[in-house]
């Protein structure tokens, strides 16, 4: 024998208990502007703070354009430990965390808004040397080799030999991942 359930108990038990949670996710890649800044609230939990610019280019009548973004960042406990330990000014880093919106009214009375990037998680590109020799050979010539067919996908006139573009020469070849 089927219990008969109501279409709002339906509703209620599908959403949790009544409350939706809206979509509010962000994937993001770019290099940090500068080295990142730790500190810790008044019951000690850590905080770690920094800005990522993440660079867009796209076909214009003239040619290539840049767009360049500046996106703030925070990462809490753990995570903002590791973020501050690997992090440095430049190194390329993925994000993926939530957009926080902070609202407050300054000393001359006025509205302000400000929105950062909550990070869940964080990866950090490999930091490569010029000249430096990498202890696993067989992972920088797989590295080579993924760039090399990276570069014959891509028509000469498109390729970029800028840090911010290519994340360095062999940026395929591992990603160190943080997690919380």
């Known amino acids: 024998m089927a219990i008969p359930v109501r ?16 979509l509010n996710s962000i994937l993001i890649e770019g290099n940090l502007v500068k080295d990142p800044l730790y500190r810790t609230t008044p019951k000690g939990t850590p905080l770690c703070t920094f ?12 040619g290539l354009e840049k767009e360049v973004g500046f996106f703030d960042v925070e990462s ?11 992090g440095r000014k430049g ?11 902070d ?4 000393t001359d009375g006025k509205s302000h808004s400000r929105i950062a990037i909550v990070a869940e998680h964080v990866e950090f590109k490999p930091e490569f040397k010029k000249n430096e020799k990498a202890e696993n050979s067989e992972t920088s010539s797989m590295a080579a080799a993924a760039l090399d067919s990276i570069e014959e996908m891509i028509p000469a006139e498109d390729v970029f030999l800028e840090d911010s573009v290519l994340m360095g020469e062999k940026a395929f070849a591992q990603l160190e991942a943080v997690k919380f």
């Open 76 to 86: 809490w406990a753990k995570l903002a430990e590791n973020c501050y330990s690997l």
């Open 103 to 106: 609202r407050w009214n300054g």
């Open 91 to 101: 190194r390329g880093v993925r994000v993926v965390g939530r957009l926080k919106q």
């Open 51 to 62: 800005t990522l610019a993440s660079n867009r280019f796209f076909k214009q009548d003239s």
């Open 7 to 22: 279409e709002t108990q339906v509703f209620r038990i599908f959403f949790f208990g009544g409350i939706m949670n809206n």
